[in-house]
Nanobody, 123 residues
Framework: QVQLVESGGGLVQPGRSLGLSCAPS????????VGWFRQAPGKQREGVVC????????YYSPSVKGRVTISRDVAKNTVFLRMDNLTPEDTAVYYC????????????????WGQGTQVTVSS
């Protein structure tokens, strides 16, 4: 199991941007595929975006494509998620998770999870 810590959540107004970060404890994220997931109240956890290890190929959920960017900072051993033009429908707890590989960016493909960070989009 890899320990992960997310940070950067909070309250943001509709139309604004927000950045989240995911950092591991004691391991290099270079060895892992990393995924960002979210879970809204009463809904199943869903994939937002995933990035592979190695070639860094990405998968973006259609619900966020064009508004979300995932990036790795090797020097900081951190993966970032930037979300633009936020709407109330983006309100959820956001989680990062790691796996050796993924195919569909689904929660059941990932092994280790952070504790989550709340993102609330409201005016």
């Amino acid at each position: 199991q890899v320990q992960l810590v997310e940070s950067g959540g909070g309250l943001v107004q509709p139309g604004r941007s927000l950045g989240l970060s995911c950092a591991p404890s004691g391991v290099s994220l270079d060895y892992y595929a990393v995924g960002w997931f979210r879970q809204a109240p009463g809904k199943q956890r869903e994939g937002v975006v995933c990035i592979s290890r190695g070639d860094g190929s990405t998968y973006y959920s259609p619900s966020v494509k064009g508004r979300v960017t995932i990036s790795r900072d090797v020097a900081k051993n951190t993966v970032f998620l930037r979300m633009d033009n936020l709407t109330p429908e983006d309100t959820a707890v956001y989680y990062c998770a790691v796996a050796l590989e993924y195919f569909y960016c689904r929660p059941d493909e990932f092994d280790s999870w952070g504790q989550g960070t709340q993102v609330t989009v409201s005016s």
